[in-house]
């Protein structure tokens, strides 16, 4: 990052993402596509900065340069999803290596690590990291990653990000990587608190736009810098370069979005928690949230992503979600489209069925990713749902 851009504001950097107009780039105020898959040599056995697209590309540079601006950090990465993101992470350990996780995770997470990283003997503990006493019982000898999700999907749940990095930090050799993806580097700074990693799926608010499908991550290592490149580049885990302009484009609006997601999201709650209807509201800015004041503590806002329990069955919360007619029924989350789906049939399916239950993965709990429709519109829109079905 270049010393001139550190005093700037997050918006100011969001808009100027570190990019110069110049003769290179023809003085364009939005810097070309690089698409070529492959560049010219001067010499065969050296090249210019860029060899083959994999390797590296202009325009996964410049978004790569955008991020790391964002985010304060010294580097950053991007990947082809968001879990190839999180399998560059579990790649720089080995066999007989331990992962301690959060037990409320992304599901494909979950798959990764159980049934991917499982099968070549990297094993993993599931913890209750709401408190921080459990992940410390659960390192090991051979402890070498430990993975948290904060907000949870689908429960919002939090962990305490600084006090799990004193914890972690006090055994050397262990890397703790923190999975951003609810709230973005707009409002929370995983690494400023302690952690090494912060990984996002950029398919959601990064992107925002429900058109890309990438992953990204920031840390302030040297150490780690070659050999999660060398990951990026021979695990052929990176994005496009269409995909990196698509996503440097979203960038520019990312804290314009974000301030919208979070006003609609918390109208949204509120409503939802006034509802006779509903029996619960998951959302840590909320009063009512068990954590609530970690929220305040670690993050500077929040976005969009409720969860909340219906008075009913699978068949009625499926009919409910059926009733919606401006609220999309999809997987994913993020974009300017409000989302709904139900976490115990689609997104979280894979836990097992045990652990649904006990964990409170149940089948009337419906997870909602506020879009940026108007918000009268969302609030109607959840009110005819919901009265013509649990009536
Ligand atoms: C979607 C998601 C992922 C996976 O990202 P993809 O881009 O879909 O591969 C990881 N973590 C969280 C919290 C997610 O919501």
Same mark, same amino acid.
């Given at each position: ?45 050296? /090249? ?160 925002? /736009? ?49 301030? /919208? ?13 006034? /509802? ?116």
């Amino acid at each position: 990052m270049s010393e001139e851009s550190r005093h700037l504001g997050f918006d100011t950097k969001a808009v100027r993402l570190g990019y110069k107009p110049d003769v290179s780039n023809n003085y364009s105020l939005m810097p070309p596509i690089g698409l070529s898959s492959t560049f010219q040599q001067d010499d065969p056995s050296t /090249h210019r900065g860029f060899l083959y697209v994999r390797q590296n590309n202009p325009s996964r540079q410049i978004l790569e340069k955008g991020f790391a601006l964002l985010e304060d950090a010294k580097y950053s990465l991007c990947f082809s999803s968001g879990t190839s993101a999180i399998s560059a992470v579990v790649q720089l350990l080995n066999t007989g290596d331990h992962i301690v996780s959060s037990e409320v995770i992304f599901g494909g997470t979950y798959r990764y690590f159980d049934e991917i990283t499982g099968r070549v003997g990297i094993t993993t503990t599931y913890v209750d990291a709401r408190d921080p006493e459990n992940v410390e019982n659960a390192l090991q000898a051979n402890t070498k990653l430990v993975f948290l999700e904060t907000p949870s999907n689908p429960l919002l749940s939090l962990c305490d990000i600084a006090r799990i990095a004193e914890i972690v930090h006090r055994a050397p050799g262990i890397l703790f990587a923190v999975d951003n993806t609810f709230l973005t580097s707009y409002y929370q700074r995983p690494l400023d608190m302690g952690a090494d990693i912060s990984v996002y799926s950029a398919t959601k608010y990064l992107n925002g /736009h429900t058109d890309v499908c990438m992953g990204a991550m920031c840390f302030n290592d040297d150490n780690l810098l070659p050999r999660l490149r060398y990951l990026q580049n021979n695990a052929g885990i990176g994005p496009s370069p269409f995909d990196c302009y698509l996503v440097y484009r979203s960038l520019k609006t990312l804290p314009v979005r974000l301030r /919208h997601h979070m006003k609609n999201g918390l109208k949204v709650a509120q409503f939802l928690e006034s /509802h006779p209807l509903v029996t619960k509201v998951l959302c840590p800015w909320l009063p009512s949230h068990p954590q609530h004041e970690l929220a305040k503590r670690q993050a500077s806002g929040y976005t969009s992503m409720i969860s909340f329990y219906v008075n009913g069955d699978l068949q009625q919360t499926s009919a409910l979600l059926k009733k919606f007619r401006l609220i999309n029924m999809a997987g994913s989350l993020g974009g300017v489209e409000s989302l709904a789906e139900i976490p115990s049939v689609l997104s979280h399916a894979s836990f097992p069925v045990g652990d649904r239950a006990r964990l409170g993965i149940t089948d009337n709990l419906v997870r909602l990713s506020v879009g940026l429709e108007d918000v009268d519109d969302i609030i109607a829109d959840l009110d005819q749902a919901l009265r013509s079905t649990l009536l």
